[in-house]
């Protein structure tokens, strides 16, 4: 199993930019798929970012392409999502996540980071 420590998150005005950290630990840690996942008040958990750790097998929310980034530094074992021209209806609390390359479902989590996009 992967273990997760997540960082980041805050309050920012609309178009501005945070960028959010997940340091990563496991024997094979290659084996598994990283994402990251929003919830916002009401609504359903969706999928924003997800990740490989080759890089060959990258995935976007339609609603966050050219503004999100997912990236993974393999030597310190940490995958970042960097969030640029931010929106209020990307509000939500942002988790970091990983499941088995093989698997539908993602089973390992983060605490959560509150996001807060103001008008």
């Known amino acids: 199993q992967v273990r997760l420590v997540e960082s980041g998150g805050g309050l920012v005005q609309s178009g501005g930019s945070l960028r959010l950290s997940c340091a990563a630990s496991g024997r094979t840690l290659s084996l598994y798929v990283m994402g990251w996942l929003r919830q916002a008040p009401g609504k359903e958990r969706e999928v924003v970012a997800a990740?490989?750790?080759?890089?060959?097998?990258?995935y976007y929310a339609d609603s966050v392409k050219g503004r999100f980034t997912i990236s993974i530094d393999n030597a310190r074992n940490t995958v970042y999502l960097q969030m640029n021209n931010l929106k209020p209806e990307d509000t939500a609390v942002y988790y970091c996540?990983?499941?088995?390359?093989?698997?539908?479902?993602?089973?390992?989590w983060g605490q959560g980071t509150q996001v807060t996009v103001s008008s």
């Open positions: 990740r490989t750790w080759s890089g060959h097998s990258t």
């Open positions: 996540a990983a499941k088995p390359r093989g698997d539908a479902d993602y089973n390992t």
